[in-house]
Protein backbone atom coordinates (compact mmCIF):
# COMPACT_ATOMS: atom_id res chain seq x y z
CA UNK A 1 0.00 0.00 0.00
CA UNK A 2 1.71 2.98 -1.61
CA UNK A 3 -1.14 5.82 -1.08
CA UNK A 4 0.18 9.40 0.28
CA UNK A 5 -0.62 10.84 3.34
CA UNK A 6 -4.24 10.68 4.80
CA UNK A 7 -4.13 13.17 7.31
CA UNK A 8 -6.37 16.88 6.20
CA UNK A 9 -4.24 19.97 6.11
CA UNK A 10 -3.27 21.86 8.95
CA UNK A 11 -6.40 23.84 10.46
CA UNK A 12 -9.21 21.26 8.49
CA UNK A 13 -11.52 19.84 11.31
CA UNK A 14 -14.61 18.86 11.22
CA UNK A 15 -16.94 21.87 11.08
CA UNK A 16 -14.43 24.29 10.90
CA UNK A 17 -15.65 26.55 8.33
CA UNK A 18 -19.43 26.76 9.82
CA UNK A 19 -17.51 27.68 12.81
CA UNK A 20 -17.08 31.23 12.55
CA UNK A 21 -20.63 31.82 11.16
CA UNK A 22 -22.11 30.56 14.38
CA UNK A 23 -23.71 27.74 12.38
CA UNK A 24 -24.45 24.22 13.98
CA UNK A 25 -26.49 23.53 11.28
CA UNK A 26 -28.97 23.45 8.20
CA UNK A 27 -32.16 22.72 7.18
CA UNK A 28 -34.51 22.18 4.02
CA UNK A 29 -34.96 25.64 2.93
CA UNK A 30 -32.35 27.76 4.76
CA UNK A 31 -30.39 30.00 2.44
CA UNK A 32 -27.39 28.22 2.35
CA UNK A 33 -23.63 29.03 1.86
CA UNK A 34 -23.12 28.89 -2.11
CA UNK A 35 -20.12 26.50 -1.44
CA UNK A 36 -21.88 24.17 0.77
CA UNK A 37 -25.00 24.04 -1.06
CA UNK A 38 -22.77 22.95 -4.16
CA UNK A 39 -21.12 20.36 -1.74
CA UNK A 40 -24.17 18.74 -0.15
CA UNK A 41 -26.00 18.55 -3.41
CA UNK A 42 -23.54 16.60 -4.98
CA UNK A 43 -23.41 14.53 -2.00
CA UNK A 44 -26.71 13.80 -2.79
CA UNK A 45 -26.67 13.48 -6.79
CA UNK A 46 -23.95 10.75 -5.99
CA UNK A 47 -26.55 8.33 -4.24
CA UNK A 48 -29.52 9.62 -6.85
CA UNK A 49 -27.37 8.30 -9.42
CA UNK A 50 -27.19 5.31 -8.14
CA UNK A 51 -30.63 4.44 -6.28
CA UNK A 52 -33.07 7.06 -7.42
CA UNK A 53 -33.54 5.74 -11.07
CA UNK A 54 -34.94 2.72 -9.31
CA UNK A 55 -38.09 5.19 -8.61
CA UNK A 56 -38.89 5.97 -12.48
CA UNK A 57 -37.65 2.36 -13.76
CA UNK A 58 -38.29 -0.61 -11.48
CA UNK A 59 -37.45 -2.94 -14.45
CA UNK A 60 -33.40 -2.22 -13.40
CA UNK A 61 -34.23 -5.13 -10.99
CA UNK A 62 -35.51 -7.95 -12.86
CA UNK A 63 -32.57 -9.26 -14.23
CA UNK A 64 -31.06 -9.13 -10.46
CA UNK A 65 -33.78 -11.05 -8.91
CA UNK A 66 -34.19 -13.71 -11.62
CA UNK A 67 -30.70 -14.27 -11.48
CA UNK A 68 -31.16 -15.91 -7.82
CA UNK A 69 -30.92 -19.92 -8.31
CA UNK A 70 -34.18 -20.14 -6.42
CA UNK A 71 -37.65 -18.85 -5.11
CA UNK A 72 -36.39 -18.19 -1.40
CA UNK A 73 -33.37 -16.44 -2.75
CA UNK A 74 -35.69 -14.23 -5.21
CA UNK A 75 -37.71 -13.32 -2.36
CA UNK A 76 -34.91 -11.90 -0.20
CA UNK A 77 -33.43 -10.10 -3.44
CA UNK A 78 -37.02 -8.46 -3.84
CA UNK A 79 -37.07 -7.40 -0.52
CA UNK A 80 -33.69 -6.09 -0.55
CA UNK A 81 -34.42 -3.89 -3.49
CA UNK A 82 -37.60 -3.03 -1.50
CA UNK A 83 -35.32 -1.30 0.23
CA UNK A 84 -33.08 0.28 -2.28
CA UNK A 85 -36.18 1.70 -4.04
CA UNK A 86 -37.05 3.73 -0.86
CA UNK A 87 -33.57 4.79 -0.66
CA UNK A 88 -34.15 6.35 -4.20
CA UNK A 89 -37.32 7.82 -3.13
CA UNK A 90 -35.17 9.19 -0.22
CA UNK A 91 -32.70 11.12 -2.42
CA UNK A 92 -35.09 11.69 -4.80
CA UNK A 93 -36.72 13.63 -2.35
CA UNK A 94 -34.03 15.10 -0.57
CA UNK A 95 -32.76 16.75 -3.85
CA UNK A 96 -36.10 18.02 -4.59
CA UNK A 97 -35.44 20.06 -1.44
CA UNK A 98 -32.56 21.45 -2.24
CA UNK A 99 -33.93 22.64 -5.54
CA UNK A 100 -33.04 19.24 -8.10
CA UNK A 101 -35.50 17.73 -10.10
CA UNK A 102 -35.00 14.55 -10.98
CA UNK A 103 -36.98 12.78 -13.86
CA UNK A 104 -36.45 10.11 -15.78
CA UNK A 105 -35.31 11.75 -18.61
CA UNK A 106 -32.02 13.19 -15.77
CA UNK A 107 -31.21 9.63 -15.96
CA UNK A 108 -31.51 8.65 -19.39
CA UNK A 109 -28.76 11.52 -19.68
CA UNK A 110 -27.02 10.63 -16.76
CA UNK A 111 -25.75 7.55 -17.82
CA UNK A 112 -22.98 9.02 -19.91
CA UNK A 113 -21.41 10.46 -16.97
CA UNK A 114 -21.31 7.87 -14.06
CA UNK A 115 -18.72 6.25 -12.02
CA UNK A 116 -17.76 3.02 -14.20
CA UNK A 117 -18.95 0.96 -11.21
CA UNK A 118 -22.30 2.28 -11.49
CA UNK A 119 -22.80 1.27 -14.85
CA UNK A 120 -21.93 -2.54 -14.09
CA UNK A 121 -23.81 -2.58 -11.17
CA UNK A 122 -27.12 -2.65 -13.15
CA UNK A 123 -25.89 -4.97 -15.71
CA UNK A 124 -25.28 -7.68 -12.91
CA UNK A 125 -26.84 -10.79 -14.34
CA UNK A 126 -24.82 -13.80 -12.57
CA UNK A 127 -26.00 -14.83 -9.06
CA UNK A 128 -22.55 -15.30 -7.54
CA UNK A 129 -21.14 -11.96 -8.80
CA UNK A 130 -24.47 -10.24 -7.68
CA UNK A 131 -22.96 -11.95 -4.43
CA UNK A 132 -19.58 -10.35 -4.10
CA UNK A 133 -20.86 -7.14 -5.55
CA UNK A 134 -23.41 -7.33 -2.55
CA UNK A 135 -20.33 -7.91 -0.53
CA UNK A 136 -18.35 -5.20 -1.68
CA UNK A 137 -20.00 -2.54 -2.22
CA UNK A 138 -22.98 -2.34 0.34
CA UNK A 139 -20.47 -2.86 2.69
CA UNK A 140 -19.07 0.37 1.23
CA UNK A 141 -22.20 2.11 1.95
CA UNK A 142 -22.29 1.33 5.32
CA UNK A 143 -18.72 3.16 5.83
CA UNK A 144 -19.98 5.94 3.72
CA UNK A 145 -23.14 6.55 5.35
CA UNK A 146 -22.17 6.42 8.89
CA UNK A 147 -19.45 8.75 8.23
CA UNK A 148 -22.49 11.16 7.47
CA UNK A 149 -24.67 10.20 10.88
CA UNK A 150 -23.89 13.69 11.93
CA UNK A 151 -23.70 15.87 8.61
CA UNK A 152 -24.07 19.17 9.22
CA UNK A 153 -27.25 19.33 6.69
CA UNK A 154 -29.67 17.68 9.04
CA UNK A 155 -32.38 16.56 6.56
CA UNK A 156 -28.98 14.47 5.18
CA UNK A 157 -28.15 13.22 8.77
CA UNK A 158 -31.30 12.17 9.32
CA UNK A 159 -31.35 9.20 6.93
CA UNK A 160 -28.04 8.44 7.13
CA UNK A 161 -27.83 5.84 9.99
CA UNK A 162 -30.92 4.45 8.77
CA UNK A 163 -29.43 4.21 4.77
CA UNK A 164 -26.54 2.40 6.79
CA UNK A 165 -28.76 0.06 8.54
CA UNK A 166 -30.40 -1.05 5.47
CA UNK A 167 -27.02 -1.11 3.67
CA UNK A 168 -25.37 -3.63 6.88
CA UNK A 169 -28.54 -6.19 6.12
CA UNK A 170 -27.46 -5.25 2.50
CA UNK A 171 -23.74 -6.52 2.65
CA UNK A 172 -24.60 -9.74 5.31
CA UNK A 173 -27.25 -10.87 2.93
CA UNK A 174 -24.76 -10.82 0.04
CA UNK A 175 -21.79 -13.00 2.15
CA UNK A 176 -24.68 -15.26 2.91
CA UNK A 177 -25.42 -15.73 -0.57
CA UNK A 178 -21.45 -15.83 -1.39
CA UNK A 179 -20.83 -18.47 1.25
CA UNK A 180 -23.50 -20.59 0.16
CA UNK A 181 -22.47 -19.98 -3.84
CA UNK A 182 -18.55 -21.50 -2.75
CA UNK A 183 -19.74 -23.94 -0.26
CA UNK A 184 -22.28 -25.05 -1.66
CA UNK A 185 -21.76 -24.92 -5.37
CA UNK A 186 -18.41 -25.09 -5.56
CA UNK A 187 -18.20 -21.36 -7.08
CA UNK A 188 -14.43 -20.33 -5.53
CA UNK A 189 -12.62 -20.01 -8.81
CA UNK A 190 -16.13 -18.00 -10.05
CA UNK A 191 -16.01 -15.83 -7.04
CA UNK A 192 -12.36 -14.96 -7.14
CA UNK A 193 -12.59 -13.72 -10.72
CA UNK A 194 -15.82 -11.72 -9.85
CA UNK A 195 -13.72 -10.36 -6.77
CA UNK A 196 -10.88 -8.99 -8.76
CA UNK A 197 -13.43 -7.11 -11.11
CA UNK A 198 -15.63 -5.44 -7.97
CA UNK A 199 -12.67 -5.22 -5.37
CA UNK A 200 -10.70 -2.64 -7.21
CA UNK A 201 -13.78 -0.90 -8.29
CA UNK A 202 -15.19 -0.87 -4.89
CA UNK A 203 -12.02 1.46 -3.62
CA UNK A 204 -12.09 3.75 -6.32
CA UNK A 205 -15.82 4.90 -5.50
CA UNK A 206 -14.51 6.09 -2.14
CA UNK A 207 -12.59 8.88 -4.18
CA UNK A 208 -8.79 10.20 -5.23
CA UNK A 209 -6.88 10.09 -2.02
CA UNK A 210 -5.47 13.04 -3.09
CA UNK A 211 -8.22 15.09 -4.18
CA UNK A 212 -8.53 18.75 -2.80
CA UNK A 213 -12.24 18.73 -2.27
CA UNK A 214 -12.69 16.39 0.28
CA UNK A 215 -11.40 18.50 2.79
CA UNK A 216 -14.31 21.20 1.91
CA UNK A 217 -16.86 18.62 3.21
CA UNK A 218 -15.03 17.87 6.12
CA UNK A 219 -14.34 21.36 7.08
CA UNK A 220 -18.56 22.16 6.43
CA UNK A 221 -19.47 19.49 8.47
CA UNK A 222 -21.08 16.81 5.70
CA UNK A 223 -18.51 14.15 5.85
CA UNK A 224 -16.10 13.75 8.61
CA UNK A 225 -13.24 11.66 6.86
CA UNK A 226 -10.92 11.76 4.18
CA UNK A 227 -11.46 9.43 1.13
CA UNK A 228 -8.46 7.30 2.09
CA UNK A 229 -9.16 7.15 5.64
CA UNK A 230 -12.35 5.64 4.92
CA UNK A 231 -10.56 2.93 2.53
CA UNK A 232 -8.52 2.14 4.25
CA UNK A 233 -10.62 1.14 7.34
CA UNK A 234 -13.22 -0.65 5.15
CA UNK A 235 -10.19 -2.67 3.78
CA UNK A 236 -9.19 -3.61 7.28
CA UNK A 237 -12.78 -5.05 7.70
CA UNK A 238 -13.43 -6.32 4.19
CA UNK A 239 -10.27 -8.54 3.56
CA UNK A 240 -10.26 -10.84 6.50
CA UNK A 241 -13.92 -11.78 5.44
CA UNK A 242 -13.51 -12.67 2.32
CA UNK A 243 -10.21 -14.42 3.27
CA UNK A 244 -12.65 -16.64 5.36
CA UNK A 245 -14.28 -17.69 2.26
CA UNK A 246 -11.02 -19.18 1.25
CA UNK A 247 -10.56 -15.62 -1.45
CA UNK A 248 -7.52 -14.00 -2.28
CA UNK A 249 -7.90 -9.71 -1.86
CA UNK A 250 -6.27 -7.98 -5.13
CA UNK A 251 -3.67 -5.93 -4.31
CA UNK A 252 -4.60 -2.62 -3.08
CA UNK A 253 -3.77 -1.19 -5.86
CA UNK A 254 -4.51 -3.33 -8.72
CA UNK A 255 -6.69 -2.17 -11.71
CA UNK A 256 -7.22 0.91 -9.77
CA UNK A 257 -8.21 4.38 -11.88
CA UNK A 258 -8.83 7.06 -8.67
CA UNK A 259 -5.67 6.79 -6.54
Known amino acids: MTVSNIAPPAGVLFGSEREPLGVTGYDEGDDLPE ?5 ITQV ?8 SELVFDSSLLRHNILAAPDPRGRMRMAKFFAEEVRHGYTFWRIA ?25 IGAVSDWTELAIVNTLTDRM ?12 YRPWAQVSLDVARDEVGHTALGYANLRE ?3 KRGELEAAQRWLEKWYPMTLDMF ?16 KRSGNEEL ?6 EVDPLLRQLGLEPPDYLYNRHFL
Open 231 to 236: RRRYVE
Open 141 to 152: GVFVFKDMSDCS
Open 207 to 222: GRSESARQWRYVAWGI
Open 35 to 39: EYREL
Open 96 to 120: KGLGVELTGRYFREAKRKRQEAFEH
Open 181 to 183: AIE
Open 44 to 51: VMVQADLE
